[in-house]
């Protein structure tokens, strides 16, 4: 049997997925969920002309010969606090007293700052002064933010497919939008099989291993907008995959991970098989070389190898891309860079994906492994801040070759 390419096993089974409906969701649960559609200002923003500073709301005119050794004294006619219209429209020789973000009176053009009045002390100063003095010129302008000068309305704020960021909520409420409309969480069941698997939190018997796929795919899938389907640890007999995986209805894909290589108790394989579809592939890759795809039932499939940084790589290669197609982002969005080996390396030919750890040394980045490479040793993957891939057909290459490598960080 020959080992099938990388990047056709992933066409393969992108093929099967499509971007999922939207839903509105309440802004304040938004963070990390993907935009379904463009947001587009409704409104100018700011939507009134308003005072940027605490000061007075003066024509310009007034004051242009305004000086600390020459102040110009103007009856203060109205008081301005934010979140209040102004009572009077400012006349010549009028000053309102006004604070940061209240709207501007019809017919000033210039906000003093208190500063630079004879009121500055305003703790002083809580009631509205009869009068001020102004100690310095103003520009028409000055301290004033005008309706629409961050934003027009009909201008694209937010573009659709975009993961929304905490500043991106903040723009969303500033626009008023209380329900927004993100892309439907992918809904993930998630399988951990074997006999030898315990769960955390319990004594391990004999021969037991505690189960961590559950913990590492779980946590990917969540890092990755998923919400998860748990179906625990399968034993390793037809019925106990079956009872597990019935829980699996409602899900948009399964992953599973081990039970599919080639041992005598590995039901996994044959389960799906019965209930639906299954491919069972040799990957041209290490670590993970053996990956299922299929359906059980109407629901796709996909089984990663068991060993913890096989099913950690796996998850990257071949589940990552799913979830962003389903979450509207086909692309290809890894963090590729190129680095320089500090160290000679062996491959066996397979496209490897090795644990490293890349730092930046005069100006460049160079890599290095961090501990072997067995598909067991999550040790390696935890000292690792990238993957570096050595091409398929590459047996090994000297220090100082240049690399790529896929930063996780
Ligand atoms: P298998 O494909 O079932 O033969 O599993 C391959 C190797 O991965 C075995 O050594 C398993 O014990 C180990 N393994 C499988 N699943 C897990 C898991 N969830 N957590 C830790 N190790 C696992
Ligand atoms: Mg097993």
């Not at 939207?22 to 200002?41: D, F, M, N, Q, Y």
């Not at 310095?136 to 975009?162: H, S």
């Not at 399968?234 to 995986?245: G, H, K």
């Not at 299929?294 to 891309?321: C, D, E, W």
């Amino acid at each position: 049997m020959s080992l099938l390419p990388v990047k056709e096993a992933l066409d393969r089974i992108l093929v099967s997925f499509d971007v999922l409906d939207s839903v509105h969701v309440p802004l304040k649960e938004t963070v990390g969920r993907v935009l379904a559609e463009e947001i587009v200002a409704a409104t100018d923003l700011p939507l009134f002309d308003n005072s940027s500073m605490d000061g007075f709301a003066v024509r310009a005119s007034d004051v242009i010969s305004a000086g600390s050794a020459t102040p110009i004294r103007l009856p203060v006619v109205d008081d301005i606090p934010a979140g209040t219209m102004p009572t009077h429209q400012l006349q010549a020789g009028e000053a309102a007293r006004i604070m940061t973000g209240a709207p501007l009176p019809v017919g000033a053009d210039a906000v003093v700052p208190v500063e630079e009045t004879d009121v500055h002390e305003r703790a002083k100063e809580t009631t509205l002064p009869e009068s001020v003095a102004i100690l310095k010129a103003a520009q028409v302008g000055a301290n004033i933010r005008k309706r629409g000068d961050d934003i027009k309305r009909g201008d694209c704020i937010l573009p659709k497919g975009l993961r929304l960021r905490p500043q991106d909520l903040g723009m969303l409420a500033m626009l008023g939008i209380a329900d927004v409309p993100v892309i439907r969480k992918p809904r993930i069941a998630l399988l951990s099989s074997g006999d030898e698997l315990t769960p955390i939190g319990q004594p391990l018997g004999e021969g037991k291993i505690y189960d961590v796929n559950s913990y590492t795919l779980g946590a990917l899938l969540k890092a990755n907008g998923c919400e998860i389907i748990p179906l625990g640890v399968a034993a390793d007999t037809p019925t106990a995959v079956e009872a597990a995986l019935a829980n699996a209805k409602d899900a948009d894909l399964i992953v599973s991970s081990a039970g599919v290589s080639m041992g005598v108790f590995d039901f996994i394989k044959e389960t799906i098989e019965k209930n639906g579809n299954l491919n069972f592939w040799r990957i041209n890759m290490r670590p993970g070389k053996p990956l299922t795809f299929g359906h059980y039932q109407k629901t796709p499939f996909i089984g990663l190898a068991g060993n913890p940084v096989s099913a950690f790589v796996g998850f990257m290669i071949f589940v990552r891309p799913v979830i962003k197609k389903m979450l509207g982002n086909p692309k290809d969005d890894r963090q590729l860079s190129r680095a320089i080996l500090a160290e000679a390396i062996q491959s066996d030919g397979r496209e490897s994906y090795l644990r490293a750890k890349v730092t930046r040394e005069n100006g460049s980045l160079t890599a290095r492994l961090t501990g072997h490479q067995g598909s067991g040793n999550l040790f390696s993957m935890v000292q690792a801040n990238a993957l570096l891939i050595v091409p398929a057909g590459v047996k090994s290459l000297p220090a100082g070759t240049e690399v790529d490598v896929w930063l996780l960080d």
